[in-house]
């Protein structure tokens, strides 16, 4: 008996120091899984800086940058930041981390969208036709940026080291990340500002602008915001008014925009607008969408125009 007893307790010994043993492996790489997600975060968000550096740098001070190199470097820092946000997407949040990954999935969201559009508006900016419109257009995206920086300050950063800390991992807290680096690019003067110091920004040459452009949206009355949902009631139905710009130097006829929802797409057209004058087309979506819905609109392009980025946009409808 004494012999069992004892061979009893080494099993049940062997058992325990088995179980602690694989939940040991266990632990060791749940704790892996959160460095090696926090060191990835860290990747993107040193990168994310230097790019914002780039971009306001050149914005700040373009020297003897020429419209087109300006353009170019934009459209530069666009790209990039479009990929961190498709890095930090195809992330996977270990752990207690879903929380903290989706707060941060929205706030590269906002910094792509941001500089999608004041990639987009760019051009328009730095020539004569629309160029007011377009630097507060630019202005306004800059807030996008800024709340891209309040939730990631305020929520991520908060919420992954919170989890590093509950999990004693203490060497991989995030760095901090300020894309806007001054509030004073909120103000669409210091932006006028800063383009109009750019080689040929603003001196009359519009070379390559003619056309139109799509100048604002509303629904039932109500301004759409691109990469923010808009909620509004459609009892007696959804209308749509769009604004589009003759960004040209001739008068334009005949000009068509359409807007796509839920695979079906429908027309207005706007018979005349004169030259850097905004005409307004009436769209009522029929049938009326319901729940959330997300609008493809686009300026169909004239006669020999040959910048077309500004001519369309994608809104996110709520109809309740």
Same mark, same amino acid.
């Given at each position: 008996?004494?012999?069992? $007893?004892?061979?009893?307790?080494?099993?049940?010994?062997?058992?325990?120091?088995?179980?602690?043993?694989?939940?040991?492996?266990?632990?060791?790489?749940?704790?892996?899984?959160?460095?090696?997600? /926090?060191? !990835?975060?860290?990747?993107?968000?040193? *990168?994310?800086?230097?790019?914002?550096?780039?971009?306001?740098?050149?914005?700040?001070?373009?020297?003897?940058?020429?419209?087109?190199?300006?353009?170019?470097?934009? !459209?530069?820092?666009?790209?990039?930041?479009?990929?961190? $946000?498709?890095?930090?997407?195809?992330?996977?949040?270990?752990?207690?981390?879903?929380?903290?990954?989706?707060?941060?999935?929205?706030?590269?969201?906002?910094? /792509?969208?941001?500089?999608?559009?004041?990639?987009?508006?760019?051009?328009?900016?730095?020539?004569?036709?629309?160029?007011?419109?377009?630097?507060?257009?630019?202005?306004?995206?800059?807030?996008?940026?800024?709340?891209?920086?309040?939730?990631?300050?305020?929520?991520?950063?908060?919420?992954?080291?919170?989890?590093?800390?509950?999990?004693?991992?203490?060497?991989?807290?995030?760095?901090?990340?300020?894309?806007?680096?001054?509030?004073?690019?909120?103000?669409?003067?210091?932006?006028?500002?800063?383009?109009?110091?750019?080689?040929?920004?603003?001196?009359?040459?519009?070379?390559?602008?003619?056309?139109?452009?799509?100048?604002?949206?509303?629904?039932?009355?109500?301004?759409?915001?691109?990469?923010?949902?808009?909620?509004? /009631? %459609?009892?007696? %139905?959804?209308?749509?008014?769009?604004?589009?710009? !003759?960004?040209?130097?001739?008068?334009?006829?005949?000009?068509?925009?359409?807007?796509?929802?839920?695979?079906?797409? &429908?027309?207005?057209?706007?018979? *005349? &607008?004169?030259?850097?004058?905004?005409?307004?087309?009436?769209?009522?979506?029929?049938?009326?969408?319901?729940?959330?819905?997300?609008?493809?609109?686009?300026?169909? /392009?004239?006669?020999?125009?040959?910048?077309? *980025? !500004?001519? *369309? $946009?994608?809104?996110?409808?709520?109809?309740?």
């Amino acid at each position: 008996m004494l012999r069992r $007893a004892l061979a009893l307790g080494g099993g049940l010994l062997l058992l325990i120091l088995l179980v602690l043993g694989v939940k040991g492996c266990l632990d060791a790489r749940a704790n892996r899984e959160l460095s090696d997600y /926090a060191r !990835n975060v860290t990747q993107v968000v040193e *990168e994310t800086r230097h790019t914002s550096s780039s971009f306001f740098e050149l914005l700040e001070d373009p020297g003897s940058s020429s419209v087109t190199d300006f353009v170019e470097q934009v !459209n530069a820092d666009r790209s990039a930041v479009d990929a961190y $946000a498709t890095r930090i997407d195809d992330l996977s949040a270990p752990g207690d981390m879903s929380n903290a990954q989706s707060n941060l999935e929205l706030s590269y969201q906002l910094r /792509a969208n941001a500089m999608d559009e004041i990639a987009d508006k760019m051009s328009t900016a730095l020539g004569d036709a629309g160029a007011e419109k377009a630097m507060a257009g630019i202005a306004k995206q800059m807030q996008k940026l800024l709340a891209s920086d309040v939730i990631y300050e305020t929520v991520v950063r908060p919420e992954v080291d919170g989890v590093l800390a509950d999990n004693q991992i203490s060497d991989s807290d995030l760095p901090k990340s300020t894309f806007l680096p001054d509030e004073k690019w909120l103000d669409e003067g210091t932006v006028s500002d800063a383009l109009g110091a750019i080689s040929g920004g603003g001196s009359g040459d519009a070379s390559g602008l003619h056309g139109t452009g799509l100048a604002g949206v509303s629904v039932n009355g109500t301004e759409l915001i691109e990469g923010a949902p808009t909620t509004i /009631a %459609g009892e007696e %139905g959804v209308e749509l008014e769009v604004d589009v710009e !003759n960004q040209g130097e001739s008068t334009e006829s005949g000009v068509t925009v359409a807007v796509t929802f839920e695979g079906t797409t &429908i027309k207005g057209e706007i018979d *005349e &607008i004169p030259p850097l004058e905004v005409g307004t087309a009436i769209i009522p979506l029929t049938p009326t969408p319901s729940g959330e819905v997300t609008l493809d609109i686009e300026v169909e /392009a004239v006669d020999g125009e040959q910048v077309t *980025e !500004n001519n *369309e $946009a994608a809104y996110s409808l709520l109809v309740e």
